[in-house]
Nanobody, 124 residues
Framework: QAQLVESGGGLVQPGGSLRLSCAAS????????IAWFRQAPGKEREGVSC????????YYADSVKGRFTISRDNAKNTVYLQMNSLKPEDTAVYYC?????????????????WGQGTQVTVSS
């Protein structure tokens, strides 16, 4: 059965870096666009970044553009989110999600599979 497992979260000081991983299994990873969403306490889940399956094109929310980088390794069925220059407002549970569509659409309803999330806390 389809599964997405996030890892790499933790506690980091402002200005620090983390790399999140999303390991996929049980579905043809190669054909799926993969996105990262996040949800902070008391806030709605929001799209952070996405990478397509067709041409590896990427999307970034304005709030993370220039600081975060998404990448994928199809041989390992894994997507990464490199997060640099982290800010306290980046604190959230980060989720990866997969869509059978080849292009990225940053709507929760556009994704077929979801991981259970990994906590990222940015604090001094």
């Amino acid at each position: 059965q389809a599964q997405l497992v996030e890892s790499g979260g933790g506690l980091v000081q402002p200005g620090g870096s983390l790399r999140l991983s999303c390991a996929a299994s049980g579905f043809p990873f190669y054909y799926y666009a993969i996105a990262w969403f996040r949800q902070a306490p008391g806030k709605e889940r929001e799209g952070v970044s996405c990478i397509s399956s067709s041409d590896y094109s990427t999307y970034y929310a304005d709030s993370v553009k220039g600081r975060f980088t998404i990448s994928r390794d199809n041989a390992k069925n894994t997507v990464y989110l490199q997060m640099n220059s982290l800010k306290p407002e980046d604190t959230a549970v980060y989720y990866c999600a997969a869509s059978v569509d080849d292009l990225c659409v940053m709507l929760i309803g556009g994704y077929d599979y979801w991981g259970q999330g990994t906590q990222v806390t940015v604090s001094s």
